[in-house]
């Protein structure tokens, strides 16, 4: 993302730049508004960028009154996906019938499953799975994608970070990383399942949230980015509601 920030005052700037597209800002971190055209004026004389984006409702709202000329836009691709805890781990329901059915189907084909909890004490599990699931070698996002992960793994512990791993017969079947947001809200950052194991998906996300965050309220999934598979997979849990995402374009 070619990360860059500068301070401007008491306020925190940073910028990024995806692969070579145009650079855009993320919104500026800020005590009051009135810092605001004070900071996106110096970020536009530094950069000559237009674009802010990843922007909650409140933040582009904030933008739009002090910018009334700027365009937002609504960035579906990015929306995150937020589950109620409870259902997931229950899949009471007819909504759910399918989810029931793929882990029965696991438990009945592989009923000698187990389920490992990560600590530092065996954090090589979780590397050991990291490896064996990534196979898609020739995909430049999917690469990056493993080396974010390997990175997170290696500061597991300073990440505060929790994770989970299935195994069939020893042999790795899915594994899945997240952490607590707040006190109500579980962030799952990546799930990895070996599809040759039939409901292998379905099994480790039940029971990572089982395990790990029976305690919260929800469950936030991320985004989609816009892959199709990816959507439909999501949408099949029945989020219970999107925390949406937009872009602000300043007039040139």
């Not at 145009?22 to 009051?32: G, L, N, S, Y």
């Not at 997931?88 to 187990?114: C, D, E, M, P, V």
């Not at 390997?150 to 899915?174: M, N, P, Q, R, Y």
Request: proline letters at 4%; hydrophobic letters at 35%; charged letters at 25%.
């Amino acid at each position: 993302m070619n990360y860059k920030y500068a301070l401007i005052g008491d306020s925190l700037c940073l910028l990024g730049s995806y692969r070579g597209e145009p650079p855009f800002a993320f919104f500026p971190q800020i005590t009051e508004d009135s810092e605001l055209d004070f900071c996106v004026n110096e970020i536009q004389n530094q950069c000559d960028t237009c674009a802010f984006r990843p922007l909650t409702s409140e933040m582009a709202e904030r933008m739009k009154r002090i910018f009334p000329d700027s365009v937002i836009t609504p960035r579906r691709d990015l929306f995150d996906y937020v589950y109620s805890t409870e259902q997931l781990i229950n899949l009471t329901g007819r909504r759910f019938h399918a989810k029931r059915n793929h882990i029965n189907t696991f438990i009945s084909l592989y009923n000698n499953y187990k389920y490992t909890s990560i600590g530092p004490h065996n954090i090589t599990l979780l590397r050991e799975a990291v490896d064996s699931l990534f196979t898609e070698r020739d995909n430049e996002d999917l690469t990056d994608e493993y080396g974010a992960i390997c990175i997170a793994v290696d500061a597991f512990e300073e990440l505060g970070l929790s994770a989970g791993v299935i195994t069939v017969d020893g042999k790795i079947a899915a594994y899945s990383i997240g952490e607590k947001m707040n006190c109500d809200t579980a962030l799952i950052h990546t799930e990895k399942a070996d599809r040759s194991y039939n409901g292998a998906y379905a099994i480790i996300n039940r029971d990572f949230l089982r395990a790990e965050f029976s305690d919260t309220l929800y469950v936030n999934r991320e985004e989609d980015m816009g892959i199709k598979g990816l959507r439909k997979a999501k949408l099949s849990y029945n989020p219970i509601y999107f925390n949406e995402v937009y872009s602000l374009t300043l007039p040139q």
